[in-house]
């Protein structure tokens, strides 16, 4: 008898392709009168003031890893390998803020850890706070603006011990702590993030254990209470202040997912800060299987699916800009991928789409690689996305060692996009499920 997750895959392969025929039926009268114009065969750059940037967080990178949910699950064996000192950012990060600006870069994306600066209820660390004024101070003085996470998914053991977001005081605790990091950091201008994708923080959480499945819907309105108490906060100790709480772009359902969280947040947004990583079309279902989210490195790369986010949310919110906040490429182990794709090809190629999305009239303001180095990707070192690579395991030096997209970005960033000529290196997926509709009846080309 066949196996029920054989049945499920094959169940998910053939719902896919009947989105796609779906959309290809339903949408085909429509596609003659909406087709989009003849594909540039030169592509603008994005001008002077796009903001290009890196991304990391603090638990992922800084080592020295202070009580936490997070330190808990490496420590009771819940994750396939142990945190020892990650990438040791903690010490390294003037170096590591250098290599930022030598690519050119204008934003340096950080997470500013609740558990550092806050390890005892009622008690701020001036220690902790002191290392955050010294990180921002470096990325300033390198020509960069800071971009602060307030939680990216680690909250300090004391509030695990109260129930973490299941605790109906966590909001108000949560609070507490950002008024304390807006207050001291409002000043240097950062860019705000509030809460890195909130859906997958519930996700990692659950599968952890650190939330029960009936108090998963509680979790996503307290996290939404605290972003719309916060960034009130916000505004009122820096006026014009550009605050988001990034989410993460699901193929083929994302309107389903991230929507009901969005139009909680009352629309107190000031820009939509959107990760986009991996595609799906029923080619790459039908060849590779479902998505793998334990093995990143198996997840298929479609690089134009940027290109058509990009244009989801730009119909859903047409008032505010976009930003991409986080996009890179997983290698295992920094090994060659099985598809063959390079860092910097996949660097390059995305570019291309996100220019083409600037010409075609979306408010794409930034884009963050993700990221810097290599490090802890909650639970193992396997999944490497760093244009610098790092050996946690197993070089004790720590040593960061240039990819080959560190060049690519750096000739990005100086020329405000790839070449006018540029032509990516490979051609758009069939029906992608990033937007089945407009990917079959009205597809992204390449001019030939």
Same mark, same amino acid.
């Given at each position: 008898?066949?196996?029920?997750?054989?049945?499920?895959? &094959? &169940?998910?392969?053939?719902?896919?392709?009947?989105?796609?025929?779906?959309?290809?039926?339903?949408?085909?009268?429509?596609?003659?009168?909406?087709?989009?114009?003849?594909?540039p065969a030169q592509v603008a750059p994005l001008g002077s003031d796009f903001l290009w940037g890196v991304?990391?967080?603090?638990?992922?990178?800084?080592?020295?890893?202070?009580?936490?949910?997070?330190?808990?699950?490496?420590?009771?064996?819940?994750? $396939?390998?142990?945190?020892?000192?990650?990438?040791?950012?903690?010490?390294?990060?003037?170096? /590591?803020?250098?290599?930022? =600006?030598?690519?050119?870069?204008?934003?340096?994306?950080?997470?500013? *850890?609740?558990? #550092?600066?806050?390890?005892?209820?009622?008690?701020?660390?001036?220690?902790?706070?002191?290392?955050? %004024?010294?990180?921002? /101070?470096?990325?300033?003085?390198?020509?960069? &603006?800071?971009?602060?996470? @307030?939680?990216?998914?680690?909250?300090?053991?004391?509030?695990?011990?109260?129930?973490?977001?299941?605790? $109906?005081?966590?909001?108000?605790?949560?609070?507490?702590?950002?008024?304390?990091?807006?207050?001291?950091?409002?000043?240097?201008?950062?860019?705000?993030?509030?809460?890195?994708? $909130? @859906?997958?923080?519930?996700?990692?959480?659950?599968?952890?254990?650190?939330?029960?499945?009936?108090?998963?819907?509680?979790?996503?309105? #307290?996290?939404?209470?605290?972003?719309?108490?916060?960034?009130?906060?916000?505004?009122?100790?820096?006026?014009?202040?550009?605050?988001?709480?990034?989410?993460?772009?699901?193929?083929?359902?994302?309107?389903?997912?991230?929507?009901?969280?969005?139009?909680?947040?009352?629309?107190?947004?000031?820009?939509?800060?959107?990760?986009?990583?991996?595609?799906?079309?029923?080619?790459?279902?039908?060849?590779?299987?479902?998505?793998?989210?334990?093995?990143?490195?198996?997840?298929?790369?479609?690089? *134009?699916?940027?290109?058509?986010? @990009?244009?989801?949310?730009?119909? &859903?919110?047409?008032?505010? $800009?976009?930003?991409?906040?986080?996009?890179?490429?997983?290698?295992?182990?920094?090994? !060659?991928?099985?598809?063959?794709?390079?860092?910097?090809?996949?660097?390059?190629?995305?570019?291309?789409?996100?220019?083409?999305?600037?010409?075609?009239?979306?408010?794409?303001?930034?884009?963050?690689?993700?990221?810097?180095? %290599?490090?802890?990707?909650?639970?193992?070192?396997?999944?490497?996305?760093?244009?610098?690579?790092?050996?946690?395991?197993?070089?004790?030096?720590?040593?960061?060692?240039?990819?080959? =997209?560190? =060049?690519?970005?750096?000739?990005?960033?100086?020329?405000?996009?790839?070449? !006018?000529?540029?032509?990516?290196?490979? =051609? !758009?997926?069939?029906?992608? @499920?990033?937007?089945?509709?407009?990917?079959?009846?009205?597809?992204?080309?390449?001019?030939?």
């Amino acid at each position: 008898m066949r196996s029920r997750s054989v049945r499920s895959h &094959r &169940r998910y392969r053939f719902l896919a392709m009947l989105a796609a025929t779906s959309a290809v039926c339903t949408l085909g009268a429509t596609a003659t009168t909406a087709a989009r114009p003849e594909p540039p065969a030169q592509v603008a750059p994005l001008g002077s003031d796009f903001l290009w940037g890196v991304a990391a967080s603090g638990f992922q990178s800084e080592g020295d890893a202070p009580d936490s949910n997070w330190s808990r699950y490496a420590a009771s064996g819940k994750t $396939p390998e142990p945190y020892d000192n990650s990438i040791d950012f903690h010490t390294r990060y003037r170096s /590591d803020i250098a290599l930022a =600006a030598q690519l050119g870069v204008k934003v340096y994306r950080i997470g500013i *850890e609740w558990a #550092r600066v806050q390890p005892s209820p009622g008690g701020w660390d001036e220690t902790g706070l002191r290392f955050y %004024d010294d990180v921002i /101070d470096a990325i300033t003085a390198a020509g960069m &603006r800071p971009m602060l996470t @307030l939680d990216h998914w680690v909250y300090p053991g004391w509030e695990v011990d109260r129930g973490g977001w299941a605790n $109906p005081g966590i909001v108000e605790d949560w609070l507490a702590n950002a008024r304390v990091v807006v207050d001291r950091y409002a000043a240097r201008n950062p860019l705000w993030v509030t809460f890195n994708e $909130p @859906l997958f923080y519930i996700v990692n959480e659950l599968r952890k254990g650190g939330l029960s499945p009936a108090m998963a819907p509680t979790m996503q309105d #307290r996290i939404a209470q605290a972003h719309n108490g916060i960034y009130d906060y916000i505004h009122g100790v820096q006026p014009g202040a550009m605050i988001t709480s990034n989410v993460a772009f699901l193929p083929a359902g994302d309107d389903q997912i991230d929507k009901p969280f969005l139009d909680k947040l009352a629309g107190k947004l000031d820009y939509i800060g959107i990760d986009y990583y991996y595609g799906l079309s029923p080619e790459s279902l039908l060849t590779g299987g479902l998505p793998d989210f334990e093995r990143l490195w198996r997840q298929p790369l479609q690089p *134009e699916g940027i290109y058509y986010a @990009l244009q989801n949310y730009a119909r &859903r919110y047409p008032t505010l $800009p976009l930003y991409i906040v986080e996009n890179g490429m997983p290698t295992e182990n920094g090994l !060659p991928r099985a598809d063959g794709y390079t860092r910097a090809d996949n660097l390059r190629d995305t570019i291309y789409w996100l220019q083409r999305a600037k010409a075609d009239g979306m408010n794409v303001i930034g884009y963050n690689y993700w990221s810097l180095t %290599d490090n802890y990707e909650w639970g193992s070192y396997a999944p490497r996305f760093g244009l610098y690579t790092v050996d946690a395991l197993t070089d004790p030096t720590l040593t960061r060692k240039p990819t080959d =997209a560190v =060049a690519a970005y750096t000739a990005i960033t100086g020329a405000g996009g790839v070449a !006018p000529d540029y032509r990516p290196t490979r =051609a !758009p997926a069939w029906c992608s @499920l990033v937007d089945a509709a407009a990917s079959c009846t009205d597809p992204v080309a390449v001019p030939r």
